[in-house]
């Protein structure tokens, strides 16, 4: 299930919600004062990985 961000415009709390991917579409509350006039936000995500050393970092 996919997290997504949004602003709260009434209060200005930013705030998470997991959600499932059928109810993208359906603005949330805002778990600080109850208002709906929120609005989802960009996020950039993360990935966890490992960085292949190249030749040149194992070179002394």
């Given amino acids: 299930m996919p997290i997504f961000e949004y602003h709260c415009n009434a209060c200005e709390t930013e705030f998470e919600v997991l959600?499932?991917?059928g109810n993208a579409k359906?603005?949330?509350k805002c778990p600080s004062c109850g208002a709906r006039d929120t609005k989802k936000r960009f996020s950039a995500f993360a990935t966890a990985g490992t960085q292949k050393e190249s030749a040149s970092d194992n070179a002394t």
Avoid: D, K, S, V
Wanted: glycine content about 0%.
């Fill in 26 to 28: 359906e603005l949330p």
């Fill in 19 to 21: 959600t499932r991917a």
